[in-house]
């Protein structure tokens, strides 16, 4: 007898951890949930890049829970912002401004800075399930 899963929201588009796509308009695929998927799941994208190894890989699959308390270090987020959607660490710097950063200190290219004024226009999707809290990288002097 076959088990029924039910369907989860696979976004087309990738996010670079260095982009992702629960944003509206985006394309999308239901799939069917496995065993091996998180339960608490909303929605899966696959990350580009490699700003975010060792913990998240290029190409992965991650699984992401909406409407979560997420927790600056340690919580890897689905992140929008002006057009573009990415897979990142985070924290509020000494000037308020919303850092969204990589684990990979040899990426620090692609961590962006958003000015405290715009953090309005950041808007976070979900934390990535991960059996773990990411640790703080130590090239991230912030607080």
Known sequence: MRTFYYL????????????????EGID???????PE??????????????????Y???GQRVYVQRNVDVQ???????WYYKGNVYCKQFCIDSDGGLLLFGSNSQRKDYNIRIPRE???NAV?????ILPYKLPRPEYINQK
């Open 56 to 58: 998240i890989k290029d």
């Open 37 to 54: 998927m998180p339960v608490n799941a909303d929605f899966c994208i696959d990350v580009i890049g490699t700003s975010m190894e060792p």
């Open 124 to 128: 976070c999707y979900g934390r990535v």
């Open 72 to 78: 600056e270090f340690e919580d890897a987020c689905i």
């Open 8 to 23: 989860l929201e696979h976004c087309l588009s990738s996010a670079y951890a260095g982009f992702a796509c629960p944003v």
């Open 118 to 120: 715009e953090r309005v």
């Open 28 to 34: 999308y695929e239901m799939i069917e949930r496995t």
